[in-house]
């Protein structure tokens, strides 16, 4: 490439990562700022107002956070669970209805959640899903699977059962052969679908304020009251912890996935 | 180990692969499936190898039946065509995957791949990541892997069809030297008819799905079953005619034999044919200069034939020549219609 193409990248890469940065340095100032009318440049003012609400022990943020980040892990895990399952059916093998499932497994993306919301609530309280945790996890799932299946199957077909035969020939039982090539192998697809599963749990709002009914109180439910009422400190105060904690539970599934797989490449961070 | 094939039947989402094979290789022997693409020589390998269930048909090793056998039980392992490293392995712990996968210790893994490292000449570069290597370098850890099972049946998948000739040669001389020192009985697929004529102590010809005839070298060069055959081995001349009597007539050459009488088709390859210039009934209409040797198409008599020459400038486009046809690396193939 030549010079004027290497400067054209660097500065979109730096417009790119500006645009990331920039909001969340403006969420960070307003964590700590008192007052900030706009067209100062800097807040008036400091507080610790925002650290108090989630820190201080009153408002039970933390404890949310915690289970918060218990349930879409179990989400998280689920979907990869199903997702690599399911991609590993739609890839390797034909069935009568393949189709169908392909085309199911992309619905929820299709349909608004909005919409769907009503009939999957009617159903839960049918079957008694309705206002618990497990009908929570289950409405999580239907959102996060379309990704899932879909980075999987792109993955599971990427890699392909070519290393598995040749494992199987060399004389590797299949259990070995999952352990030792086709998890190693899918790795990336099994973080990635995993950060994503979690994202779209831990961020889950709507769904979650009308299967749990209130009863099932997630870091998103408590935290976008505040967002919508206006009061930025603590709104500002709780997105920090938002991006931070999802950030770590990345970080940790990329060292744990690594650890188990002996896997010398990295994928997001060192 | 000797391994039978009888009576093997494949399909694959209902459409037949392969029909009635039956092959026999004796212990230690090194033979070659040859055939063109999709002709289903691959499909055999995976067969024999486990990873294919015949619709019917017995594989046996020793003389014992193996198709129950999963594929990591049964000693038969395959080199594909597309190597197939693990690439979150280095070479080491590529070639030592198989003594991992038999709870080998740490040591003696260590110093089994290092052997076989040693043995494919690939010695020190056992902490190389497999990207850190070249083709033929890839090629020959593959080798290695597949023989740190230390395989009963060695299933060879077009193993040097991606690396240059040179690297070729190195390769087939590596692969014949390993062969005999360590006897392994191997199968390998090509499509290239030098390299199985080469290295194979038999060659199996395989044609749509069947295998339509297994000598050894020589004795398919010569006598091929059918011309399918024979053509498979280059381009050759093919002179109609008839046997009576104990001699073979046709129009343009006619020469003694011991085939019964009945209608036959005479079969010179074009090393077989002699050129002389000046005068006759052939008329040269093609020259292919390919540096010491050319390749002449001449027309006449109703025929036209094409012969291999020492280059020669002299020879035009036009010349009349006659031609002398070497009777005694003649081919008759029976009862043939004209193709």
Same mark, same amino acid.
């Given at each position: 490439m030549?010079?004027r193409?290497?400067?054209v990248?660097?500065?979109?890469l730096?417009c790119?990562?500006?645009?990331?940065?920039?909001?969340?340095?403006?969420?960070?100032?307003?964590?700590?700022?008192a %007052?900030w009318?706009w067209?100062?440049?800097?807040?008036?003012s400091?507080?610790? %107002?925002?650290?108090?609400?989630?820190?201080?022990?009153?408002?039970?943020?933390?404890?949310?956070?915690?289970s918060?980040?218990?349930?879409s892990?179990?989400?998280?895990?689920?979907a990869?669970?199903?997702g690599?399952?399911?991609?590993?059916?739609?890839?390797?093998?034909?069935?009568?209805?393949?189709?169908?499932i392909?085309?199911?497994?992309?619905?929820?993306?299709?349909i608004?959640s909005?919409?769907?919301a009503?009939?999957v609530h009617?159903?839960f309280?049918?079957?008694?899903?309705?206002?618990?945790v497990?009908g929570v996890?289950?409405?999580?799932?239907?959102?996060a699977?379309p990704?899932t299946i879909?980075?999987?199957?792109?993955?599971?077909a990427?890699?392909g059962?070519?290393?598995?035969?040749?494992a199987?020939?060399l004389?590797a039982?299949?259990?070995?052969?999952?352990?030792?090539?086709?998890?190693p192998?899918?790795?990336p697809?099994?973080?990635?679908?995993?950060?994503?599963?979690y994202?779209i749990?831990?961020?889950?709002?709507?769904l979650?304020?009308i299967?749990?009914?209130?009863?099932?109180?997630?870091?998103a439910?408590?935290?976008?009251?505040?967002?919508?009422?206006?009061? %930025?400190?603590?709104?500002?105060?709780y997105?920090?912890?938002?991006?931070?904690?999802?950030?770590?539970?990345f970080?940790i599934?990329e060292?744990?996935a690594? %650890?188990?797989?002996?896997n010398?490449?990295?994928?997001?961070?060192? | 180990?000797?391994?039978q094939?009888?009576?093997?039947?494949?399909?694959l989402?209902q459409?037949?692969?392969l029909?009635?094979?039956?092959?026999?290789?004796?212990?230690?022997?090194?033979i070659?499936?040859?055939?063109?693409?999709?002709?289903?020589?691959?499909?055999?390998?995976?067969t024999?190898?486990?990873?294919l269930?015949?619709?019917?048909?017995? =594989?046996?090793?020793?003389?014992?039946?193996?198709?129950?056998?999963?594929?990591?039980?049964?000693g038969t392992?395959?080199?594909?065509?597309?190597?197939?490293?693990?690439?979150?392995?280095?070479?080491?712990?590529?070639?030592?995957?198989?003594?991992?996968m038999?709870? $080998?210790?740490?040591?003696i893994?260590?110093?089994?791949?290092?052997?076989l490292l040693e043995m494919?000449?690939?010695?020190?570069l056992?902490?190389?990541?497999?990207?850190?290597l070249s083709?033929?370098?890839?090629?020959r850890?593959?080798?290695?892997?597949?023989?740190?099972?230390?395989p009963?049946?060695?299933?060879?998948d077009?193993?040097?069809?991606?690396?240059?000739?040179n690297?070729?040669?190195?390769?087939r001389?590596l692969?014949l030297d390993?062969?005999?020192?360590?006897?392994?009985?191997?199968?390998?697929v090509t499509?290239?008819p030098?390299?199985?004529?080469m290295?194979?102590?038999?060659?199996?010809?395989?044609?749509?799905?069947?295998i $339509?005839?297994?000598?050894?070298?020589r004795?398919?060069?010569?006598?091929p079953?059918?011309?399918? $055959?024979?053509?498979?081995?280059?381009?050759a001349?093919?002179?109609?005619?008839?046997?009576?009597?104990?001699v073979?007539?046709?129009?343009? $050459?006619?020469?003694?034999?011991?085939?019964?009488d009945?209608?036959y088709?005479?079969?010179?390859?074009?090393?077989?044919?002699k050129?002389?210039?000046g005068?006759?009934?052939?008329?040269i209409?093609? =020259?292919?200069?390919?540096?010491?040797?050319?390749?002449i198409?001449?027309q006449?008599?109703?025929l036209?034939?094409?012969?291999t020459v020492i280059?020669?400038?002299?020879?035009?486009?036009?010349d009349?020549?006659a031609?002398?046809?070497?009777?005694?690396?003649?081919?008759l193939?029976?009862?043939?219609?004209?193709?």
């Amino acid at each position: 490439m030549n010079t004027r193409g290497i400067i054209v990248g660097k500065i979109l890469l730096a417009c790119f990562a500006l645009t990331v940065l920039i909001p969340i340095v403006v969420i960070l100032v307003w964590s700590f700022a008192a %007052r900030w009318p706009w067209p100062i440049l800097l807040p008036h003012s400091f507080s610790l %107002r925002g650290l108090q609400e989630i820190f201080g022990g009153y408002s039970g943020a933390l404890q949310v956070l915690g289970s918060s980040i218990v349930l879409s892990l179990i989400v998280a895990l689920l979907a990869v669970l199903i997702g690599t399952m399911t991609a590993r059916s739609l890839v390797f093998y034909n069935f009568y209805g393949k189709k169908l499932i392909e085309l199911g497994t992309i619905l929820p993306i299709i349909i608004p959640s909005t919409v769907f919301a009503m009939g999957v609530h009617v159903l839960f309280i049918r079957f008694g899903l309705a206002d618990n945790v497990v009908g929570v996890i289950i409405v999580h799932l239907i959102c996060a699977l379309p990704y899932t299946i879909k980075i999987m199957t792109d993955v599971t077909a990427a890699f392909g059962g070519k290393l598995e035969e040749q494992a199987s020939v060399l004389g590797a039982s299949p259990l070995q052969i999952l352990k030792e090539i086709t998890l190693p192998c899918l790795l990336p697809g099994i973080i990635s679908s995993a950060c994503m599963a979690y994202i779209i749990s831990f961020s889950q709002y709507f769904l979650t304020l009308i299967i749990g009914g209130g009863n099932v109180k997630t870091f998103a439910v408590m935290m976008v009251p505040y967002l919508q009422s206006g009061d %930025r400190t603590i709104a500002s105060a709780y997105s920090l912890v938002f991006i931070c904690s999802a950030l770590l539970v990345f970080v940790i599934f990329e060292k744990t996935a690594k %650890r188990f797989t002996k896997n010398g490449s990295n994928y997001f961070f060192v | 180990m000797d391994l039978q094939c009888r009576n093997i039947h494949v399909s694959l989402e209902q459409k037949k692969i392969l029909t009635d094979i039956n092959l026999e290789i004796k212990s230690g022997q090194l033979i070659s499936l040859l055939g063109p693409s999709g002709c289903g020589k691959s499909t055999l390998l995976k067969t024999i190898a486990g990873l294919l269930p015949p619709d019917q048909g017995e =594989i046996l090793i020793d003389g014992k039946v193996i198709n129950h056998l999963p594929a990591h039980k049964r000693g038969t392992v395959i080199v594909f065509q597309d190597l197939r490293l693990f690439p979150n392995m280095n070479v080491e712990e590529n070639i030592a995957f198989p003594l991992k996968m038999r709870g $080998v210790s740490k040591e003696i893994r260590h110093k089994k791949a290092s052997e076989l490292l040693e043995m494919v000449q690939l010695e020190g570069l056992g902490q190389r990541q497999i990207t850190q290597l070249s083709g033929g370098q890839l090629q020959r850890v593959a080798l290695a892997r597949a023989l740190a099972t230390s395989p009963q049946i060695l299933l060879l998948d077009e193993p040097f069809s991606s690396l240059d000739e040179n690297l070729r040669q190195d390769m087939r001389n590596l692969l014949l030297d390993l062969h005999k020192q360590l006897g392994i009985t191997t199968i390998m697929v090509t499509h290239d008819p030098k390299e199985a004529l080469m290295i194979s102590d038999k060659i199996a010809i395989m044609l749509n799905g069947r295998i $339509v005839q297994y000598d050894d070298s020589r004795t398919l060069y010569n006598c091929p079953a059918n011309q399918a $055959v024979a053509d498979y081995f280059g381009p050759a001349n093919y002179i109609e005619g008839e046997v009576r009597a104990g001699v073979f007539q046709s129009d343009a $050459v006619s020469f003694r034999t011991t085939k019964k009488d009945g209608r036959y088709k005479a079969m010179f390859r074009p090393t077989a044919v002699k050129l002389s210039t000046g005068h006759g009934d052939y008329r040269i209409i093609r =020259i292919d200069y390919m540096g010491e040797h050319s390749n002449i198409t001449l027309q006449g008599n109703g025929l036209q034939i094409l012969l291999t020459v020492i280059s020669d400038d002299r020879l035009k486009i036009g010349d009349q020549a006659a031609v002398e046809f070497d009777t005694t690396k003649a081919i008759l193939l029976e009862g043939e219609a004209s193709s």
